[in-house]
């Protein structure tokens, strides 16, 4: 056996005892869905931003951060998006963001329930303009009400 091929991403980590046993055993491990869900993580988005990239590729940038045997396949429906993915392994990503990356997303067992998360903190219930977003640093939810 010399790799594994199993569903993991920034948002669904249901691999990761998967992931990291082919980390110890020197075995490849190559992400299914690799890019699926990138918006869903305020990590990603804050680092693509900072990065002036795209949430596709900070995803690929984490993934082969994290260590030498991880091999992400991201689909690429156009030459652009192949030079996108291949830029990608290009970009610095800081200790700092790999570990906001990695711990934002930690204990999400899918996609959906990232995303439900994240659209329940979002909701405004008072019909004014709300800012939210999530501190990574002390893992919670901040917020600014705009009036106007």
Not at 13 to 28: F, G, K, N, P, T
Not at 143 to 148: D, P, S
């Amino acid at each position: 056996m010399v790799s594994v091929q199993n569903r993991y991403n920034v948002v669904d980590r249901s691999s990761e005892s998967m992931a990291e046993l082919c980390e110890r055993e020197m075995l490849v491990f190559l992400p299914w869905a690799p890019i699926q869900e990138t918006g869903a993580s305020p990590s990603v988005l804050g680092a693509a931003r900072r990065h002036g990239v795209s949430e596709r590729q900070v995803a690929v940038a984490w993934l082969l951060a994290r260590w030498p045997q991880m091999l992400p396949i991201p689909g690429s429906g156009s030459p652009e998006l192949v030079e996108q993915n291949i830029a990608a392994a290009d970009i610095d990503l800081g200790p700092d963001e790999i570990k906001a990356i990695t711990r934002a997303t930690r204990g999400w067992s899918s996609p959906g329930e990232a995303r439900r998360l994240w659209d329940f903190n979002c909701l405004s219930f008072t019909g004014h303009r709300e800012n939210w977003r999530i501190d990574d640093s002390a893992g919670i939810l901040a917020g600014t009400l705009q009036h106007g």
